[in-house]
């Protein structure tokens, strides 16, 4: 990647937001973009080759799945044919309608999007696939973006979440961006991720199962019981 393709650093609660926000702003005005944290696999397409995050540095090229992939960024919805940045997934209503017939490999329906989209990367061939009606969506990271300052986010956060989480993609969460791409780029990264971005992720995921037993695993000194439950899909 010409551009490191990097992770982002997490927070939990917006009190960790803010605390990232505080440290960056300069100006109570300060604006930021709130985006999708997509639930997909990134990847970046220039110079006809699409490829995945990979280290950040050297990805994979997936350039062979490009007749599954279809684009949306902003103001296009189309074959991916030009420069792009984002992250591979199924739309929620494609996997509602195309994929509630689409058998894998093997046999068997996907259980859900975020398999598929594994398991589509994974195949060495796509004339099945293609055969069947199969299609991703990569989806350019600034194809949704909410600009709000850093005075204004705590006040609108509840309803940016409810707006965003309407969006017809697979997501675990939302990124708070620096809008201004120079400054952010500016403060620079470390090994991991850019100082002037953080991923909010969500934890309210919840579904309750079934503790089938217990076993006891003997370690050194001690004994650890370990639940055995009964397998409940979470968020995929």
């Known amino acids: 990647h010409r551009t490191p ?3 982002l650093d997490k927070a939990y609660s917006l009190d960790e937001v803010m605390a990232w926000v505080d440290k960056y702003r300069r100006t109570p005005d300060e604006l930021l973009l709130i985006e ?9 397409y220039s110079d006809r080759v699409l490829a ?3 280290d950040g540095v050297d990805g994979e090229d997936i350039s062979d799945k490009l007749p599954l992939i279809e684009l949306e960024a902003p103001g296009y919805r189309g074959p991916l044919n030009r420069p792009a940045r984002g992250e591979i997934v199924i739309r929620d209503d494609d996997f ?3 994929y509630s017939h689409i058998t894998k490999k093997g046999g068997g329906l996907y259980k859900n999007s975020r398999n598929a989209v594994a398991g589509l990367m994974g195949l060495k061939e796509i004339d099945d696939m293609l055969g069947q009606g199969a299609k991703l969506t990569l989806v350019d990271y600034d194809l949704i973006s909410i600009q709000v300052t850093a005075e204004e986010l705590p006040k609108r956060w509840g309803a940016i979440l409810e707006e965003i989480e309407t969006k017809p993609y697979p997501m675990d969460g939302l990124v708070i961006k620096l809008a201004d ?7 620079g990264a470390t090994s991991h991720h850019p100082r002037g971005a953080i991923a909010y992720k969500f ?9 089938l037993g217990v076993e006891w695993s003997f370690g ?17």
């Open 52 to 54: 995945t995050r990979g």
């Open 203 to 211: 934890t309210n995921l919840r579904a309750e199962t079934k503790l």
């Open 220 to 236: 050194k000194n001690c004994l650890t019981p370990v639940a055995l439950l009964e397998p409940v899909d979470l968020g995929g």
């Open 36 to 44: 999708p944290k997509y639930d997909g696999i990134s990847a970046n």
């Open 181 to 187: 791409h120079a400054y952010a780029e500016s403060l």
């Open 5 to 7: 393709l990097l992770s």
């Open 96 to 98: 509602r309608t195309l």
